[in-house]
């Protein structure tokens, strides 16, 4: 069950064709349903996504927490997830990006949106940067 600030950010994009307002006005955002790496249970999380040619890039930053969210445990245990953008709803799979790709992909989206400079800045973990591709 999503938190009460994700299920309004969810509501809201569903109800405007993917367009929100506040914190993430202006930004891309996918709602991305995974399956409970413990719980089986699938989950809606909101996160935004940068295009890089036919993937959909997502970070892990979870705002700078010391810990992965839970979507990213999520795909790590099933890769298999359901990607909703604008009012297209589509299956996807996921990788994981590592070493030189990783840096570059997310310097580049740092020069888009610096908050993700700073939710790098607030950790000692190395932030994800995951690959979405259509199924």
């Known amino acids: 069950m999503p938190n009460d600030f994700n299920?309004?950010?969810?509501?809201?994009?569903?109800?405007?064709?993917?367009?929100?307002?506040?914190?993430?006005?202006g930004a891309t955002l996918v709602l991305l349903t995974?399956?409970?790496?413990?719980?089986?249970?699938?989950?809606?999380?909101?996160?935004?996504?940068?295009?890089?040619?036919d993937r959909y890039i997502v970070i892990a930053s979870n705002a700078g927490a010391d810990h992965h969210p839970a979507w990213y445990h999520n795909l790590v245990a099933k890769p298999e997830a359901t990607a909703e953008i604008g009012t297209e709803t589509f299956e996807v799979t996921a990788s994981f990006i590592e070493g030189e790709e990783r840096d570059r992909?997310?310097?580049?989206?740092?020069?888009?949106?610096?908050?993700?400079?700073?939710?790098?800045?607030?950790?000692?973990?190395?932030?994800?940067v995951v690959a979405l591709h259509r199924a």
């Open 34 to 53: 995974t399956t409970g790496a413990k719980s089986g249970n699938r989950t809606t999380s909101p996160v935004m996504y940068f295009e890089d040619g």
């Open 7 to 25: 299920q309004q950010i969810i509501e809201e994009f569903r109800a405007n064709k993917g367009v929100v307002g506040g914190y993430f006005e």
């Open 105 to 128: 992909l997310y310097a580049r989206i740092v020069e888009r949106a610096a908050t993700f400079a700073e939710y790098e800045a607030k950790t000692t973990r190395r932030i994800p």
